[in-house]
């Protein structure tokens, strides 16, 4: 770009809040197959201009739609121990990282038009419609009934990675970046437990969850900020990294 055309980029980028890339190719400053070509290059990637209608079933199977859905990704091709995905997000490295000791295979991600991955995504395994009300009906509560005081670490550890709660915890985390609030609240008091976001200054309570779940709840976002799921006297500071629809969040 020359100067001007960067300017007249950024520009149109401040007003539309779309990504800088994005705006080129709106502006026909550059197509979006040159685009994505050089994606590819500077990551040392395969790019795939077209990528095919249909899969095979056996190739697909390789990935369960949790995954696919979480990391942006659809399993184009194998060969011995690798497995060829395209991503909707080439630029997030968690995608190999977690994948490969996942799936078991060496992943090698391949380039093409994000929009095409979705689609093929959609194609094959579908929207998660789940909703946090029908993730809370598939919580047992009697599971987190009983004394605080008597649960191990190992006890409470064991809550905080039940299926259930996981999915959960990611729902909430999901919704709240979908709706771009800047604070999430997890709120145990004696004899009720409250979920809040902060959306433009204002809070909203979500159908709060039975109180009994409060310990095995914020034990899981503790083991995903990596602190001390032991300690409940003192505040704790973390952070948590992860993948929501193929693109990484932090």
């Keep these: 770009m020359t100067a001007e055309q960067l300017e007249a980029a950024g520009e149109e980028q401040q007003a539309t ?3 800088l890339a994005d705006v080129g190719v709106d ?3 550059i197509t979006r197959e040159r685009l994505l070509g050089l994606v590819a290059a500077h990551l040392d990637c395969e790019y795939l201009e077209q990528p095919p209608p249909s899969l095979p079933g056996d190739i697909i199977r390789l990935v369960a739609p949790e995954q696919a859905r979480t990391y942006g990704v659809i399993p184009l091709r194998t060969a011995g121990r690798r ?3 395209l991503a909707v997000d080439p630029f997030n490295s968690q995608i190999v990282d977690d994948l490969s000791f996942a799936l078991g295979h060496d992943i090698r991600i391949v380039v093409a038009d994000p929009s095409r991955v979705e689609a093929l995504i ?3 395994f579908g929207e998660d419609e789940s909703s946090l009300d029908e993730l809370l009906g598939e919580i047992q509560v009697e599971d987190f009934t009983g004394p605080e005081a008597d649960l191990s670490i190992a006890d409470i550890a064991a809550m905080a990675g039940q299926t259930p709660i ?5 729902l909430v ?3 709240a970046i979908r709706d771009q609030a800047s604070d999430i609240h997890f709120e145990p008091f004696e004899h009720e ?3 809040r976001y902060r959306i433009d200054g204002a809070l909203y309570e979500l159908a709060p969850p039975s109180r009994q779940l409060a310990l095995p709840l914020t034990s899981r976002v503790k083991v995903l900020a990596g602190l001390n799921i032991a300690e409940r006297r003192v505040p ?3 952070r948590i990294k992860f993948t929501l629809a193929g693109r990484a969040v932090d």
């Design 17 to 19: 809040g779309k990504a």
């Design 173 to 175: 985390l999901a919704q």
């Design 27 to 29: 502006l026909g400053l």
């Design 166 to 170: 996981v999915r959960f915890v990611n």
């Design 122 to 124: 959609r194609q094959y």
């Design 236 to 238: 704790q500071d973390g």
């Design 83 to 85: 497995l060829d995905l």
């Design 193 to 195: 437990f409250k979920i």
